[in-house]
């Protein structure tokens, strides 16, 4: 197919999709979907609003809060299953995440513990908010002493949501995944007159902590997943089952003498005591697309909230938005690899195309690639846990600079096995079997046919340059799908948004260290040093060096899968927490699930454009562009 009519078509899909993404949004005509903020807060929002809904027929309303390293859209499904039930949904985008000004420091942290708490936060000091996350700020001292707000906006947010006009001020309820079921319950008791709580991976607070004459929780139903990431989500417990049978649960959750059963409902509506915990069959981050956790939480809310709908409790859409949403993401990054082939054809860029090596000898002998592939695995996935929460939540950064968190565990990480990869590889290239075989520059996709020992600064330059029109137009394309269709690509987790100013500094703070780790290791040694003897000719034969980069890139973080997964399937626990202590499970662990397929797309990417091009720079430069985005457009900002 031509470069232009494949690139036209990818369009065509990215469009079609968004739009069948956005009828789905809209509930196929039965919601009104607005974006705002809350004046005078900076808290960014959407709001799904059901179809007949005004001051004279107000709706029962419903605020969602979302979980740590997620946004606003991640709570879309939820939005649009109770609003095509005819409950209004408020969808917050809480402190550090999403468009919300506000950073996560803003609620504040507890002051226990800490031997100095005026003291700048960085390093420990971090660490300790994050480990003090579950305090909340109607908690009796010291435990909420020095926290601000603990709701993370969410406050403001219901205050908001109960002034509108159309909404039944009488009938709302709340609902939040991990991170905002805290915000959930500190909501919950600001406002007494809620009337349900739906908590998805949320623990339990005791009743020793709060004062349980004046706070009252009414109608509240815990969805707990059965493979939880999160011990301290599991009452500081390893396993889920067996939960229903602790004094916490039964006692101070549900108001029993004696343990309880899982899905069944205690208490009554009407009176507020409703209590129910649902297991569900699947992991921390999928519980909010759950179809089970969806069923349950719709029938808990339109009980509660006296909703008579003829919408059957399992009849959901939400998946039909997500995967339309994909779809697009897919087509626009799919997009910049015929985009690449119409640039090469002006004249200006035509000089980055040039051929592969073809001299099978200058590669690594099997069993020396073989060793060196085995030893970049075993580094990369045993460093993961350690360096990644090293980074999150220990190293003494600048926080006015490093504000993603996540972010900076994770180039913790990565720029660990850039430095160990870049001695490993000037070691043998100037000392070792490189030298021996004659490896040159242009060998390792570094340098131009015609200078195979000298850097080509004019072919860098355009690398960077092509990289950032390439790149350009997918983010183009996120402002319009975000104008258009109040959507951007993502697949129940953020992906690619359009930046904040806050947003697109920190994107330029992390992009150096993505683009040395993806020159480096993704680059000079995977396509230079550690190339497989074949040369793909193109077409299907692009799989086998895309599937070798993958095994060489992420067989670590598998590694990491079976030895977390494994005991928890066999009813062990966490494999990292049993291992390690969970000082090194939970948000690392968790992220796997999106680490995994994001790497993977991108070494296809870089496979695809390096054997297009004969060097490493523009894939290198593409991936550390798309890398750093998704980081610093979606992550938490600290």
Same mark, same amino acid.
């Given at each position: /197919?031509?470069?232009?009519?494949?690139?036209?078509?990818?369009?065509?899909?990215?469009?079609?999709?968004?739009? $069948?993404?956005?009828?789905?949004?809209?509930?196929?005509?039965?919601?009104?979907?607005?974006?705002?903020?809350?004046?005078?807060?900076?808290?960014?929002?959407?709001?799904?609003?059901?179809?007949?809904?005004?001051?004279?027929?107000?709706?029962?309303?419903?605020?969602?809060?979302?979980?740590?390293?997620?946004?606003?859209?991640?709570?879309?499904?939820?939005?649009?299953?109770?609003?095509?039930?005819?409950?209004?949904?408020?969808?917050?985008?809480?402190?550090?995440?999403?468009?919300?000004?506000?950073?996560?420091?803003?609620?504040?942290?507890?002051?226990?513990?800490?031997?100095?708490?005026?003291?700048?936060?960085?390093?420990?000091?971090?660490?300790?908010? %994050?480990?003090?996350?579950?305090?909340?700020?109607?908690?009796?001292?010291?435990?909420?002493?020095?926290?601000?707000?603990?709701?993370?906006?969410?406050?403001?947010?219901?205050?908001?949501?109960?002034?509108?006009?159309?909404?039944?001020?009488?009938?709302?309820? $709340?609902?939040?995944?991990?991170?905002?079921?805290?915000?959930?319950?500190?909501?919950?008791?600001?406002?007494?007159?809620?009337?349900?709580?739906?908590?998805?991976?949320?623990?339990?607070?005791?009743?020793?902590?709060?004062?349980?004459?004046?706070?009252?929780?009414?109608?509240?139903?815990?969805?707990?997943?059965?493979?939880?990431? %999160?011990?301290?989500?599991?009452?500081?417990?390893?396993?889920? =089952?067996?939960?229903?049978?602790?004094?916490?649960?039964?006692?101070?959750?549900?108001?029993?003498? &004696?343990?309880?059963?899982?899905?069944?409902?205690?208490?009554?509506?009407?009176?507020?005591?409703?209590?129910?915990?649902?297991?569900?069959?699947?992991?921390?981050?999928?519980?909010?697309?759950?179809?089970?956790? +969806?069923?349950?939480?719709?029938?808990?809310?339109?009980?509660?909230?006296?909703?008579?709908?003829?919408?059957?409790?399992?009849?959901?859409?939400?998946?039909?938005?997500?995967?339309?949403?994909?779809?697009?993401?897919?087509?626009?990054?799919? &997009?910049?690899?015929?985009?690449?082939?119409?640039?090469?054809?002006?004249?200006?860029?035509?000089?980055?195309?040039?051929?592969?090596?073809?001299?099978?000898?200058?590669? /690594?002998?099997?069993?020396?690639?073989?060793?060196?592939?085995? $030893?970049?695995?075993?580094?990369?996935?045993?460093?993961?846990?350690?360096?990644?929460?090293?980074?999150?939540?220990?190293?003494?950064?600048?926080?006015?600079?490093?504000? =993603?968190?996540?972010?900076?565990?994770?180039?913790?990480?990565? @720029?660990?096995?850039?430095?160990?990869?870049?001695?490993?590889? /000037?070691?043998?290239?100037?000392?070792?079997?490189?030298?021996?075989?004659?490896?040159?520059?242009?060998?390792?996709?570094?340098?131009?046919?015609?200078?195979?020992?000298?850097?080509?600064?004019?072919?860098?330059?355009? @690398?960077?340059?092509?990289?950032?029109?390439?790149?350009?137009?997918?983010?183009?394309?996120?402002?319009?799908?975000?104008?258009?269709?109040?959507?951007?690509?993502?697949?129940?987790?953020?992906?690619?948004?359009?930046?904040?100013?806050?947003?697109?500094?920190?994107?330029?703070?992390?992009?150096? %260290?993505?683009?040395?780790?993806?020159?480096?290791?993704?680059?000079?040694?995977?396509?230079?040093?550690?190339?497989?003897?074949?040369?793909?000719?193109?077409?299907?034969?692009?799989?086998?060096?895309?599937?070798?980069?993958?095994?060489? +890139?992420?067989?670590?973080?598998?590694?990491?899968?079976?030895?977390?997964?494994?005991?928890?399937?066999?009813?062990?626990?966490?494999?990292?927490?049993?291992?390690?202590?969970?000082?090194?499970?939970?948000?690392?662990?968790?992220? /796997?699930?999106?680490?995994?397929?994001? %790497?993977?797309?991108?070494?296809?990417?870089?496979?695809?454009?390096?054997?297009?091009?004969?060097?490493?720079?523009?894939? @290198?430069?593409?991936?550390? $562009?798309?890398?750093?985005?998704?980081?610093?457009?979606?992550?938490?900002?600290?």
């Amino acid at each position: /197919m031509k470069p232009l009519a494949a690139f036209l078509i990818c369009i065509l899909v990215v469009f079609l999709s968004l739009g $069948i993404a956005a009828l789905a949004q809209g509930g196929f005509g039965t919601i009104t979907v607005r974006s705002g903020v809350l004046e005078g807060h900076d808290l960014a929002y959407k709001l799904f609003i059901p179809r007949g809904a005004d001051g004279e027929h107000p709706v029962p309303a419903v605020l969602a809060m979302h979980g740590y390293q997620n946004d606003r859209e991640t709570s879309a499904a939820y939005g649009i299953e109770l609003a095509r039930r005819g409950i209004a949904v408020l969808s917050l985008d809480l402190y550090g995440h999403g468009y919300t000004k506000p950073g996560m420091r803003e609620r504040g942290w507890a002051e226990r513990g800490l031997k100095n708490p005026e003291r700048p936060v960085n390093g420990p000091g971090r660490f300790h908010i %994050f480990m003090t996350f579950s305090n909340l700020d109607f908690f009796k001292d010291p435990y909420s002493a020095g926290l601000k707000d603990s709701s993370m906006g969410g406050k403001e947010g219901y205050r908001f949501l109960r002034s509108l006009p159309f909404v039944d001020g009488n009938r709302i309820g $709340i609902t939040g995944h991990s991170m905002g079921t805290w915000a959930s319950w500190s909501v919950a008791a600001a406002f007494p007159d809620h009337r349900a709580l739906v908590l998805q991976c949320g623990e339990i607070p005791r009743n020793e902590y709060y004062d349980t004459g004046r706070y009252r929780f009414n109608n509240v139903m815990l969805i707990q997943a059965r493979w939880d990431e %999160f011990d301290y989500f599991r009452d500081y417990q390893r396993n889920v =089952m067996g939960l229903e049978k602790t004094a916490l649960r039964y006692h101070d959750f549900m108001g029993r003498d &004696s343990p309880v059963e899982w899905n069944r409902t205690y208490g009554s509506f009407a009176d507020g005591s409703g209590r129910r915990m649902e297991l569900i069959q699947t992991n921390h981050r999928l519980t909010t697309h759950d179809g089970h956790a +969806m069923t349950a939480a719709m029938h808990w809310f339109t009980q509660a909230l006296g909703i008579k709908t003829g919408i059957a409790d399992s009849s959901h859409i939400f998946m039909i938005k997500e995967t339309a949403v994909l779809i697009a993401m897919l087509a626009a990054l799919v &997009s910049m690899l015929p985009l690449f082939l119409l640039l090469s054809r002006i004249p200006f860029f035509a000089p980055l195309i040039q051929p592969l090596p073809e001299e099978s000898r200058k590669i /690594m002998p099997g069993k020396s690639r073989a060793r060196a592939v085995l $030893i970049a695995i075993l580094v990369s996935g045993f460093t993961f846990p350690f360096l990644g929460q090293l980074g999150h939540g220990l190293l003494p950064v600048p926080e006015n600079i490093f504000r =993603m968190t996540i972010g900076t565990g994770f180039i913790t990480w990565l @720029s660990f096995l850039m430095l160990v990869s870049l001695f490993m590889l /000037m070691y043998w290239y100037k000392k070792g079997e490189g030298k021996t075989l004659g490896i040159t520059l242009y060998d390792l996709g570094l340098a131009s046919r015609n200078a195979p020992r000298r850097f080509d600064r004019a072919a860098i330059g355009k @690398s960077v340059l092509a990289a950032f029109i390439l790149c350009g137009v997918m983010y183009l394309l996120t402002v319009l799908g975000g104008s258009l269709f109040q959507l951007d690509f993502r697949f129940i987790w953020p992906f690619f948004k359009t930046f904040s100013p806050a947003r697109f500094l920190q994107f330029l703070v992390y992009l150096p %260290f993505y683009g040395a780790f993806f020159t480096v290791n993704a680059g000079a040694r995977l396509y230079g040093q550690l190339r497989l003897p074949e040369k793909p000719g193109g077409g299907c034969n692009l799989f086998v060096p895309w599937a070798y980069g993958v095994l060489v +890139m992420l067989g670590g973080v598998f590694i990491i899968v079976l030895i977390e997964y494994i005991p928890f399937f066999l009813g062990l626990g966490p494999g990292v927490d049993l291992l390690f202590t969970s000082l090194f499970g939970g948000p690392f662990m968790s992220v /796997m699930i999106l680490l995994i397929p994001q %790497f993977a797309l991108f070494f296809f990417l870089s496979t695809w454009l390096y054997y297009k091009s004969g060097r490493i720079w523009l894939g @290198s430069f593409v991936v550390a $562009i798309l890398a750093s985005w998704i980081l610093a457009g979606g992550s938490a900002m600290f």
